[in-house]
T-cell receptor, first 113, second 116 residues
Framework: TQLLEQSPQFLSIQEGENLTVYCNSSSVFSSLQWYRQEPGEGPVLLVTVVTGGEVKKLKRLTFQFGDARKDSSLHITAAQPGDTGLYLCAVPYSGAGSYQLTFGKGTKLSVIP | KAGVTQTPRYLIKTRGQQVTLSCSPISGHRSVSWYQQTPGQGLQFLFEYFSETQRNKGNFPGRFSGRQFSNSRSEMNVSTLELGDSALYLC???????????????FGPGTRLTVL
């Protein structure tokens, strides 16, 4: 069973459209992160949300952490081709002696000019 | 400050061979983690090293191993390669992690391993 479920798995939209991707779980988390990964590169951290109901904005990207801290969403306004990439949510998960990141499988976004 | 570097960037091996991948963390970072990324399973945690000690290990067979050197550079080794080991192997470094606190991990570009 996947700890983090991301939807949709694939999304192809026209430039200028709005979109929302989701990250859901049945577990409660102390924090949740969103990453973007471009082809041939490693994931790059976009934001960390820590408080239930928290909303953070990064230019045209809006991130929300659910009130119960079990889910999160990423909304992109007026998508641009530069937004193309794999969007991953992740949670720091306490293993034996250190934290590790547990990732969802991601949403692959294509923005068509 | 230079980012995380991984070498080689691309590698082609055949079944049964072994492979060693290298990771140089950001200067000053002492924690190095390794992840495997495949289309089917996504990003999965392999192991984490801090001060030359493996502190945490994911659910992978013993064919996957690693080590960390005194300068924090890390290597991972996969023996007796299988077709299913074809993946992007990512290394990430951070300043310090413990069971009680989490610090941001910075990822390298990865090594693309193809097993034929």
């Amino acid at each position: 069973t996947q700890l983090l479920e991301q939807s949709p798995q694939f999304l192809s939209i026209q430039e200028g459209e709005n979109l929302t991707v989701y990250c859901n779980s049945s577990s409660v988390f102390s924090s949740l992160q969103w990453y973007r990964q471009e082809p041939g590169e490693g994931p790059v951290l976009l934001v960390t949300v820590v408080t239930g109901g928290e909303v953070k904005k990064l230019k045209r990207l809006t991130f929300q952490f659910g009130d119960a801290r079990k889910d999160s969403s990423l909304h992109i306004t007026a998508a641009q081709p530069g937004d193309t990439g794999l969007y991953l949510c992740a949670v720091p998960y306490s293993g034996a002696g250190s934290y590790q990141l547990t990732f969802g499988k991601g949403t692959k976004l294509s923005v068509i000019p | 400050k230079a980012g995380v570097t991984q070498t080689p960037r691309y590698l082609i091996k055949t079944r049964g061979q072994q492979v060693t991948l290298s990771c140089s963390p950001i200067s000053g970072h002492r924690s190095v983690s390794w992840y495997q990324q495949t289309p089917g399973q996504g990003l999965q945690f392999l192991f984490e090293y801090f001060s030359e000690t493996q502190r945490n290990k994911g659910n992978f067979p013993g064919r996957f191993s690693g080590r960390q050197f005194s300068n924090s550079r890390s290597e991972m080794n996969v023996s007796t390669l299988e077709l299913g080991d074809s993946a992007l192997y990512l290394c990430a470094s951070s300043t310090l992690t413990s069971a009680f606190s989490y610090n941001e991990q910075f990822f390298g570009p990865g090594t693309r391993l193809t097993v034929l």
